[in-house]
């Protein structure tokens, strides 16, 4: 993971994104359940941005919630993502962005209580990039 932050014009974003990306990563959407790529996904290696390419989580860390998105447990690095509250739709969540690009990931919520840190980070795929050659050890919060 590097900590130099990504910078765009809203141009630059459009042309390096496909629409659904930019829609998610730029303009906060979501993604219907059960309809990700990478929701019922099981292969091995590291989850990164789809917006810089940032290392955000290791598939090893990935478990089924029955959400029907892209869930994790804890992200590869501490510092890889960062949080803040979101009070849209009526409710208080917490928001996952990218650290490096600030793109949006999705929420946090703190009901996965058979997982090692209790936490499930509910992600859309169209903000991640399966990067199977890739895997991190896995040290546990």
């Not at 598939?59 to 849209?88: C, H, I, L, M, N």
């Not at 903000?127 to 050659?133: E, I, K, Q, R, Y």
Request: charged share 30%.
């Amino acid at each position: 993971m590097t900590s130099e932050k990504v910078e765009r014009s809203d141009q630059e974003w459009r042309t390096s994104l496909t629409p659904e990306q930019y829609r998610i990563l730029r303009e906060k959407g979501t993604e219907r359940a059960f309809t990700g790529a990478y929701w019922d996904e099981h292969g091995s290696g590291v989850y990164r941005c789809a917006g810089c390419g940032n290392e955000l989580f290791d598939a090893r860390t990935k478990f089924e919630s029955g959400s029907g998105w892209p869930s994790f447990y804890q992200p590869a690095d501490p510092d890889a993502v960062e949080t803040e509250q979101d009070r849209s739709f009526f409710m208080t969540r917490t928001e996952v962005h990218c650290s490096r690009c600030g793109g949006h990931l999705g929420h946090i919520f703190d009901d996965a209580h058979d997982q090692p840190t209790g936490l499930r980070y509910c992600i859309n795929s169209a903000a991640l990039t399966l990067d199977p050659a890739a895997t991190e050890p896995v040290e546990e919060v």
